[in-house]
């Protein structure tokens, strides 16, 4: 038989062994759809306005993902241009944005990306906010009020937000001024690890008013620690009396847990009523370092030993340079619950 002849029943013979293989093999070749795992992960997008961009790429780090392509301008007259510079039509989406200052401009950005992409047809959009701003307007006040905080709810909502992740909202009921899914995390547990770390004796946590009670007792049930209140009185805005100490303090190291530190002077003011009630030492800390106005000067003039804050909110070079200002980054916790809810597993899992 000619060689010619030999090689072509072989290669014939080959193809049909194959076939073979192929048609035995099936029933037990379920495994094989990583490959459709991997295009689903290629519909797995985050991006990120101008707000807060360190964080962004952390938490893209974190996941192994590269952030996504946007360009966000200004025009001579302070109006924003937002244009998204890759495909995600079916793409489950992410944009990290927090509101902090500027608040409107960052708000704006945010609503105009999320038009943006709702316009290129993705499938899902989640807005992330690590601050969420105008949350402490969350009700009526004073007469002929706005509730600025449902407001934005409803301008998130109607500008193509599917649903929601907020780090530390300033009270957790504005969940409810959003008719879409809202996932709220704390940021507790990055902080409870860090004052385990520091392991302080004789120590008492204290709420700076009644509203953060809540919070305060999470921490001292984690710290193994007794918890005290301050009573408060607001007297305007950003500004606070502060009345007395409820709990024992006295010859204790003291941890002030709040969600956000503004101008600092209710934090200030707080520290002082415990000294003067014998606090030997004084920690705080906080989820958002709005840091506005004189805080960075009142926070180091204080009697505060040290101060510890997230990266919610990137901070001002002044406060990059106080010795007392600690940031821990919050990163790892945001990018697990986003990946949470892109696998539809459960968010809550992450404080257990």
């Excluded at 495994?31 to 997008?45: H, L, T, V």
């Excluded at 974190?62 to 241009?81: C, P, T």
């Excluded at 024992?248 to 190291?253: E, I, L, Q």
């Excluded at 901070?315 to 007392?324: G, I, Q, R, V, W």
Aim: hydrophobic fraction near 45%; include cysteine.
């Amino acid at each position: 038989m000619p060689p010619e002849t030999r090689t072509a029943m072989a290669t014939m013979a080959t193809a049909t062994e194959k076939a073979t293989e192929k048609k035995v093999q099936q029933p037990d070749s379920k495994p094989e759809r990583k490959p459709q795992r991997a295009k689903a992960d290629d519909k797995f997008k985050i991006f990120s306005g101008t707000a807060n961009v360190p964080l962004a790429e952390e938490v893209c780090a974190f996941l192994e993902l590269a952030r996504g392509q946007a360009m966000i301008k200004r025009f001579m007259d302070g109006e924003v241009y937002v244009q998204i510079l890759e495909n995600v039509r079916g793409a489950d989406v992410f944009i990290i944005q927090p509101t902090c200052h500027p608040v409107d401009k960052h708000l704006m950005e945010l609503l105009l990306m999320m038009d943006a992409l709702k316009r290129a047809s993705a499938r899902r959009i989640t807005a992330v906010i690590p601050y969420y701003g105008y949350a402490r307007q969350d009700r009526k006040d004073r007469p002929r009020a706005p509730i600025s905080s449902k407001l934005v709810a409803d301008l998130l909502t109607t500008a193509g937000a599917n649903r929601a992740l907020i780090v530390d909202l300033h009270a957790p009921q504005i969940q409810g001024f959003f008719n879409i899914p809202v996932d709220h995390l704390f940021a507790s547990p990055v902080l409870v690890g860090h004052f385990r770390e520091l392991n302080l004796p004789d120590l008492t946590v204290v709420s700076p008013d009644a509203g953060g009670v809540e919070r305060a007792r999470f921490f001292a049930k984690k710290m193994d620690a007794p918890l005290a209140i301050v009573d408060k009185r607001r007297t305007d805005m950003n500004v606070a009396e502060v009345m007395h100490v409820i709990g024992d303090v006295s010859g204790r190291t003291c941890l002030l847990i709040d969600d956000l530190i503004d101008t600092a002077g209710t934090l200030v003011k707080t520290a002082h009523a415990l000294k003067e009630n014998g606090a030997k030492k004084i920690y705080a800390c906080a989820s958002h370092a709005v840091l506005s106005g004189p805080a960075v000067e009142n926070l180091h003039s204080s009697e505060i030993e040290e101060v510890v804050v997230t990266n919610t909110i990137p901070l001002s070079d002044a406060a990059h340079n106080e010795p007392k200002i600690k940031v821990l980054t919050i990163a790892g916790l945001i990018g697990r619950a986003i990946q949470s809810i892109h696998e539809e597993t459960s968010v809550s899992k992450l404080f257990t």
